[in-house]
């Protein structure tokens, strides 16, 4: 079974603050992704790599930015985190580009609190 | 632009009984799939359904089934013999053919009933 794993469930952050949020995957996947969740807005893509050092925009990508040195680890980075980024976040990964029928396995998520 | 539209927010079910959640969705591309997840209390997503647009039959897994029509652009995800354990939050999600980014629905919350 694929595992993706988010390094914590709960976080909790000042403003200010400069925020990385962690995931690895087990599977040797290509594409990983991170979104944010809020109620009533399903989920929303922030970004996403579909190699090393490789990535994309998503729909939100304003006020993140992301790190993928190696092809199991996809790191989210709020650089100077504000309140309206209190979110629950997960991360996926997927097979790959082209595989469309795959589905993308999701981590626990992590649930961030921005005070 | 693909959009997902999962238009009840929130719906009850007698336990044992079978339930039907509505998507509909917008897309231009002549090839796409669709994927149903549910998310629990617990927060993990858990992929229980893929329905390609040029499957021939409509997608089964144990308990999931989907209805798809293709040319009312909707892919209805029926439970049947509802359990306890189905309680929780349910997301439709699109997905362009050769593509791979999804792009969710808001989601419906099913509460079983004992």
């Known amino acids: 079974d694929v595992k993706v794993t988010q390094s914590s469930r709960y976080l909790v952050k000042r403003t200010g603050e400069k925020v990385f949020l962690e995931c690895v995957q087990d599977m040797d996947h290509e594409n990983m992704f991170w979104y944010r969740q809020d109620p009533g807005l399903g989920l929303r893509l922030i970004y996403f790599s579909y190699d090393v050092k490789m990535k994309e925009k998503g729909d939100i990508p304003e006020g993140y930015s992301v790190s993928r040195e190696k092809k199991e680890r996809f790191s989210l980075i709020l650089e100077s985190a504000s309140t309206n980024q209190t979110s629950m976040y997960l991360c996926?990964?997927?097979?790959?580009?082209?595989?469309?029928?795959?589905?993308?396995?999701f981590g626990d998520g992590t649930r961030l609190s921005i005070l | 632009a693909q959009k997902i539209t999962q238009t009840q927010p929130g719906m009850f079910v007698q336990e044992k009984e079978a339930v039907t959640l509505d998507c509909t969705y917008d897309t231009s591309d002549p090839s796409y799939g669709l994927f149903w997840y549910k998310q629990p209390s617990s927060g993990e997503m858990i992929f229980l359904i893929y329905q390609g647009s040029y499957d021939q039959q409509n997608a089964t897994e144990g308990r999931y089934s989907l209805n798809f029509q293709k040319a009312r652009k909707s892919a209805n995800l029926v439970i049947s013999a509802s359990q306890l354990g189905d309680s929780a939050m349910y997301f439709c999600a699109l997905i362009k053919a050769a593509g791979n980014k999804l792009t969710f629905g808001g989601g419906t919350r099913v509460l079983v009933k004992p």
């Open positions: 996926a990964s997927s097979l790959r580009t082209g595989a469309s029928n795959q589905p993308q396995h």
